[in-house]
């Protein structure tokens, strides 16, 4: 069992920044991927960023140039940076892991809210 503690959410103006964080413990293989989604009032869970234990990262076109998503920790904690956050940033954000072996877990969500 994989357990993923979230933190760094809150509320911001549009333009601001915030930094989301998630820890996972627990049996952590080595390969593996930790990324965060967001779900929106009314939408189903999309992704936003994921990074691979190899080094690969990925994002959402929504949020391209402006989140950024990095390993530490020896690759157990995962971050990521929004910047020029936006009213449609607004969303409940998981930390997601999934391994080689198919098993996925997922955070408790922090709330982030853009507003004015």
């Known amino acids: 069992q994989v357990q993923l503690v979230e933190s760094g959410g809150g509320s911001v103006q549009p333009g601001g920044s915030l930094r989301l964080s998630c820890e996972a413990s627990?049996?952590?293989?080595?390969?593996?991927?930790m990324g965060w989604y967001r779900q929106a009032p009314g939408e189903e869970r999309a992704l936003v960023a994921a990074a691979f234990s190899r080094g690969g990262t990925t994002y959402a076109d929504s949020v391209k140039g402006r989140f950024t998503i990095s390993r530490a920790n020896a690759q157990n904690t995962v971050y990521l940076q929004m910047n020029s956050l936006k009213s449609e940033d607004t969303a409940v954000y998981y930390c997601?892991?999934?391994?080689?072996?198919?098993?996925?877990?997922w955070g408790q969500g922090t709330q982030v809210t853009v507003s004015s």
């Open positions: 997601n892991f999934r391994d080689f072996k198919m098993r996925e877990y």
């Open positions: 627990g049996t952590i293989l080595d390969m593996n991927a």
